[in-house]
């Protein structure tokens, strides 16, 4: 019988990805579309609308660093302070953001690992 266990899941692709072009955004010029529109996003996050939260990207970013939830790294995404923190990770040539995003993917390997150890397959 042939094992696909091997095969990375869908979802930790896509988290790598994110990260990947969230990195490749903040090393972008400031004033670049993506770059404005996360910026407006944090000086209009206290204007809140009825009904459910809207998923945005922020809000899927700081889902991942909650899951993380490391000591180590005490980054989170909850103004433009902490936008401009990630940005100069991502822009300076130091390894922290390789680091940070590494730690961000493992951590949701060891969480998905777990989730199929408890299913049973």
């Not at 990805?17 to 090393?27: P, S």
């Not at 972008?28 to 407006?40: D, R």
């Not at 206290?46 to 980054?75: A, E």
């Amino acid at each position: 019988m042939l094992s696909i266990r091997r095969q990375v899941k869908l979802s930790l692709t896509i988290l790598e990805a994110r990260w990947r072009l969230f990195g490749h955004i903040l090393r972008q010029a400031i004033n670049t579309s993506p770059n404005i529109a996360m910026t407006k996003y944090f000086q209009t996050e206290g204007s809140r609308q009825t009904g459910r939260p809207k998923t945005t990207i922020v809000t899927t970013l700081r889902r991942d660093f909650k899951s993380h939830n490391s000591d180590h790294w005490p980054t989170r995404i909850h103004s433009i302070k902490d936008l401009d923190h990630l940005r100069d990770m991502a822009q300076n040539s130091s390894s922290d953001w390789k680091h940070l995003t590494t730690a961000i993917y493992r951590s949701a390997q060891v969480e998905t690992s777990v989730d199929v150890a408890a299913d049973g397959h």
